[in-house]
């Protein structure tokens, strides 16, 4: 059984152009979030999709965009690169939104860095 | 906005010492999980405890959620070298999906 995949796993971009991150949710996970981990810091959330539909969004501008597909799996667009989007973005899926008790699973994360 | 505070940030000791990491909130959690993530991979979850004064062991580690859910603690027992890694505690509040990561503790364990 499959965990959570994301692809690619490095890519390196210049400012001010456009990446798509992809992510497979573990089996039978309906729930992806993302979240961006820069260097030395803890994941933030970026934002949560639930039945193709964003539930939730954290503190990100509008240049950050998702998409949910109807086999659950993800997309995370960025737009307009800024050189502070260098991070490691992070899937995690669930079965069901996060809530006590819910396990969540992380992929190993999408390394992304903007020159 | 719910903020985790985790301390120490960094620790580096020797293998069979015991240690402490501590995770606080001004916030109130619905429940709080504690994960532990390796150099170049996602966070692997440890435990989750949602009831105030929860305690939860595993192994050589043991987790606490405070009295009234607004901090938690981890410890660990004779520190073995495979315990190396960021341990990272992240919180959900009522109502949010979302959850609220700490800084991290980096745990450096020396044979």
């Known amino acids: 059984d499959a965990g959570v995949t994301q692809s690619p796993t490095h890519l390196i971009k210049t400012r001010g152009q456009q990446v798509t991150l992809r992510c497979s949710p573990k089996s039978g996970h309906d729930t992806v979030s993302w979240y961006q981990q820069a260097l030395g810091q803890g994941p933030q959330f970026i934002f949560q999709y639930y039945e193709e539909e964003e539930r939730q969004r954290g503190n990100f501008p509008d240049r950050f965009s998702g998409h949910q597909f109807p086999n659950y799996s993800s997309e995370l667009n960025v737009n307009a690169l800024l050189l502070g989007d260098s991070a490691l973005y992070l899937c995690?899926?669930?079965?069901?939104?996060?809530?006590?008790?819910?396990?969540?699973?992380f992929g190993e994360g999408s390394w992304l860095t903007v020159v | 906005t719910q903020l985790l505070e985790q301390s120490p940030q960094f620790l580096s000791i020797q293998e069979g010492e015991n240690l402490t990491v501590y995770c606080n909130s001004s916030?109130?959690?619905?429940?709080l999980q504690w994960y532990r993530q390796e150099p170049g991979e996602g966070p692997v979850l440890l435990v989750t405890v949602v009831t105030g004064g929860e305690v939860k062991k595993l192994k050589r580690l043991t987790f606490q959620f405070g009295d009234a859910r607004k901090d938690s603690s981890l410890h660990i027992t004779a520190a073995q070298p495979g315990d190396t890694g960021l341990y990272l505690c992240a919180g959900t509040g009522a109502g949010s999906y979302q959850l609220t990561f700490g800084k991290g503790t980096k745990l450096s364990v020396i044979p």
């Open positions: 916030s109130v959690f619905s429940s």
């Open positions: 995690a899926s669930s079965f069901g939104p996060i809530r006590s008790g819910n396990t969540i699973y």
